[in-house]
């Protein structure tokens, strides 16, 4: 018996950060240049265009990690198998680090599954599938060795 589900993210999403991330990236270039037109407040302006540098960068890179696109998820009995748009990964059991249910709130039907796996961490969201997460969890909980 095998499992699987899908989790769907927005193109637009992305879009979205590597604008943003291209924007701060310039506003920090653009710092750094102002810094040799303008004698005063150097350090101030050097430290603000480089945390506006730094940002855009990470938003560029989270724009680009394998969690910003579609995933399938297939939990097999050996290994969990991940469906990317890099193409498709195997993950043993024995790789998961921790799976935790998470419930933001009681009054809404929406459950996160998140699984730790080295230093990367995949979520699935359940909006209106109680039931199919608590099996997908339980199915984890049984295959999983380091959570017994």
Do not use: C
Request: avoid cysteine; aromatic fraction near 14%; glycine fraction near 6%.
């Amino acid at each position: 018996m095998g499992l699987s589900y899908t989790v769907k993210k927005s193109k637009s999403t992305r879009i979205g950060y590597r604008v943003l991330g291209f924007l701060f990236l310039i506003l920090g270039i653009l710092g750094i240049v102002l810094v040799w037109r303008l004698p005063s407040m150097k350090f101030l302006v050097i430290i603000v265009a480089l945390m506006a540098a730094f940002y855009g960068v990470y938003l560029l890179r989270a724009s680009f990690r394998l969690q910003a696109y579609d995933i399938s998820y297939e939990f097999t009995e050996e290994h969990i198998k991940l469906n990317t748009h890099k193409g498709e990964r195997l993950i043993p059991y024995d790789e998961v680090a921790d799976v935790q249910w998470v419930e933001p709130t009681p009054d809404i039907d929406y459950i996160l599954l998140q699984i730790k796996v080295g230093r990367q961490q995949f979520v699935l969201h359940f909006r209106n599938k109680r039931a199919y997460a608590e099996k997908v969890f339980a199915y984890l909980l049984e295959r999983v060795p380091n959570l017994k």
